[in-house]
C-alpha cells in the first residue's frame, strides 16, 4: 500500500485530477500572464515604434532567459528537495534549502545586473544586433540589465511560495508584475513619449512589485516551516542539492538562450542574403517566439505547478500517485499544444497582424517561418512536463540530458550546419527536427519511469502483505 500520509495534508489523500488543476492552475495562470506581458510589450513596440524596435526587443531578450535560468535552478532545485523534506517531515532540513537558496538568488542577481551593465554593448552586438537595431536596443537593454536583479529574486521566491502550499499566492506575485507592466507600458510610451527606454521602465518597476510582494509573503506568511536569519547563508550540501536537482532546468534556459542568440545571428547573415533582410527576419522571428510563448505557457504551468504533488508523495512513498499525476499531466499538455499547433498554422496572417506592421515581407516572412520552425510543436509538451517530473523524482542526472537533449545536442548544431546548405530556411528546418527528435526521446525516457513507479508501488503492497 501507499506511504503513510500526513494526517490532513491534501496532498496525500485528495484526488489527483482535482490536485493538478488545484495546483497547475494558478501556474498556467502566472505563465499565461508573464508571456502575455513580453507579447504586449511587442505589441505596443510594433504600433509605436515599428519592426526595428520589436527586433530590438528580441535582441534583448536573451537576458530574460538568464533571469529565467537562475530562478529556476535555484527555485525549482530547492523548491523540489524542499517538498520532499517536508513529506518526510525533515522541517529542519527544508529550512536550511529554503535558506541556501535565497542567499544564492541575492548573490547571483547582484553579480549578473553588474556584469551585465558594464558588458551591455558588446554582448548586444553578441546577441545579433545589426546597427539600424542598436539604437533602439540599447536603451531598452540599459534599465532590462538594472532589473535582472529583481527578476531572479521574484520568480525564485515564488517556487517557495507555491511549495508552502499557496499556488495562489505564487500567481499573485507574479501578476501583479505583469499586469502592473502592461498598464504602463502605453502610458510611458505614448503619453510621456519614453520611446523603448518606458518600455523597459515599466518592466523594471513590475519586477520591483512581484519582488516586494515575495518578500513580504517570506517574512510574514510562510508557514511550512519556521525560517530564521541563521538559515539564510550558503550551505555546500544543500548547495550541491540545490544545483544537482536545478541543473536540468537551468540548462535548458541557457541552452535556450544560446540557441536563440545562435538563430538570432543565422538570420541575421542568411536573413541580409535573402529578399527579406536581416532586420524583418529578425523581428518575425521574435514575434513568432512571443506568441508560442504564450500559446504553450499553460503546458508550463501545469509542468511546474505539479512539482509539490511529486516531490510530497515520492517523499511519502505513494508512488502509485506519483506515476498517475505524471501520465495525467502528460495527457493534459499533449492536448493544448496540439490545439496551439492548429491555431498557429491555420491562422499565421491573422496573428501576426496584432503587432502593426506596416511591411508585406514581415508577415510573408513570419507564416513562412510558422509553417516550417513550428512544424512539431504539437509534440513539445514532452520535454518539459517530463523534466520537471524527473527533477521532482530527484534523478538530476537524467533531468539534466532531457535538458540538453533538444537545445545542446540538436538544434544549436542543426542551427549551424543546415544554412550552410539550405540558406535561411536551414535556420528554420533546425526547428522542426529538433522538436521531432526530441518528443521520441523523451516519450519514451517517460513512460519508461512511469513503469519503474508502478514496479516500486507494486513491490511495496507485496512487501506490506507479508506476515
Same mark, same amino acid.
Given at each position: 500500500?501507499?506511504?503513510? !500520509? ?8 485528495? $484526488? ?19 508571456? +502575455? ?6 505589441? /505596443?513596440?510594433?504600433? =509605436? ?12 531578450? $536573451? #537576458? ?5 535560468? +537562475? ?15 517536508? =513529506? ?50 540599447? $536603451? ?15 520568480? =525564485? ?9 499557496? $499556488? ?21 510610451? /505614448? ?10 521602465? *515599466?518592466?523594471? #518597476? ?6 516586494? +510582494? ?12 519556521? #525560517? ?5 547563508? %550558503? ?71 505539479? @512539482? ?21 499531466? #502528460? ?10 499547433? +492548429?491555431?498557429?498554422?491555420?491562422? %499565421? ?39 520537471? /517530473? ?5 534523478? !538530476?542526472?537524467? *533531468?539534466?540530458?532531457? *535538458? ?21 530556411? =536551414? ?22 519511469? *512511469? ?6 508501488? !507494486? ?6 502483505? @507479508?506476515?
Amino acid at each position: 500500500m501507499d506511504g503513510k !500520509a500526513l494526517p490532513g495534508n491534501p496532498l496525500a489523500t485528495e $484526488p489527483i485530477k482535482k490536485l493538478i488543476w488545484k495546483y497547475a492552475i494558478p501556474g498556467i495562470i502566472t505563465q499565461i500572464i508573464s508571456a +502575455l506581458h513580453n507579447i504586449v510589450d511587442q505589441v /505596443f513596440v510594433g504600433w =509605436g515604434i515599428g519592426d526595428n524596435g520589436i527586433a530590438a526587443t528580441n535582441i534583448v531578450f $536573451p #537576458l530574460t532567459s538568464v533571469v529565467i535560468a +537562475l530562478s529556476t535552478l535555484l527555485g525549482i532545485g530547492a523548491a523540489a528537495r524542499f517538498s520532499i523534506l517536508l =513529506g518526510k517531515g525533515e522541517t529542519e532540513d527544508a529550512a536550511k534549502i529554503i535558506g541556501t537558496s535565497i542567499s544564492w538568488m541575492v548573490l547571483l542577481g547582484v553579480v549578473v545586473t553588474v556584469v551585465t551593465s558594464v558588458c551591455m554593448e558588446p554582448m548586444l552586438y553578441l546577441f545579433g544586433a545589426t546597427d539600424l537595431i542598436m539604437p533602439y536596443a540599447a $536603451p531598452y537593454a540599459h534599465l532590462i540589465c538594472i532589473g535582472l536583479f529583481f527578476g531572479v529574486l521574484s520568480s =525564485g521566491l515564488s517556487y517557495f511560495i507555491r511549495a508552502d502550499g499557496e $499556488p495562489k499566492f505564487a500567481t499573485y506575485v507574479l501578476v501583479a508584475g505583469a499586469v502592473f507592466n502592461m498598464v504602463f507600458d502605453p502610458i510611458f510610451l /505614448f503619453i510621456f513619449d519614453m520611446g523603448m527606454s518606458g518600455i523597459a521602465l *515599466a518592466t523594471l #518597476l513590475g519586477q520591483l512589485l512581484s519582488t516586494v +510582494l515575495a518578500a513580504y509573503y517570506m517574512l510574514k506568511r510562510f508557514h511550512s516551516v519556521k #525560517l530564521q536569519s541563521r538559515h539564510l547563508r %550558503p550551505r555546500a550540501v544543500e548547495t550541491a542539492t540545490i544545483f544537482s536537482l536545478g541543473i536540468a532546468v537551468f540548462t535548458t534556459h541557457i541552452l535556450a538562450m544560446i540557441a536563440q542568440i545562435v538563430q538570432m545571428n543565422g538570420l541575421k547573415t542568411y536573413g541580409a542574403l535573402s529578399p527579406y533582410g536581416s532586420e524583418i527576419t529578425i523581428a518575425a522571428a521574435g514575434a513568432v517566439g512571443k506568441i508560442i510563448i504564450v500559446l504553450l505557457a499553460s503546458v508550463i504551468g501545469i509542468a511546474i505547478g505539479c @512539482q509539490p504533488i511529486y516531490g510530497f508523495n515520492l517523499g511519502q512513498k505513494r508512488y502509485g500517485r506519483v506515476r498517475e499525476t505524471y501520465l495525467t499531466v #502528460l495527457r493534459y499538455g499533449t492536448v493544448i499544444s496540439a490545439a496551439a499547433f +492548429l491555431l498557429v498554422q491555420l491562422f %499565421p496572417r491573422q496573428i501576426l497582424r496584432m503587432f502593426g506592421s506596416e511591411n508585406e515581407l514581415f508577415y510573408v516572412f513570419g507564416a513562412h517561418y510558422i509553417h516550417i520552425f513550428l512544424a512539431c510543436i504539437f509534440l513539445n509538451a514532452l520535454q518539459p512536463i517530463t523534466s520537471n /517530473f524527473c527533477t521532482a523524482m530527484g534523478k !538530476a542526472n537524467l *533531468a539534466f540530458w532531457l *535538458a540538453v537533449l533538444r537545445q545542446g545536442i540538436l538544434l544549436i548544431p542543426l542551427l549551424l550546419l543546415l544554412p550552410k546548405v539550405f540558406g535561411i530556411d =536551414g535556420v528554420l528546418l533546425a526547428g522542426a527536427i529538433s522538436d521531432g527528435v526530441t518528443a521520441i526521446v523523451v516519450l519514451w525516457v517517460g513512460l519508461r519511469e *512511469a513503469k519503474n513507479l508502478t514496479k516500486l508501488q !507494486a513491490a511495496q503492497e507485496q512487501t506490506a502483505q @507479508q506476515p
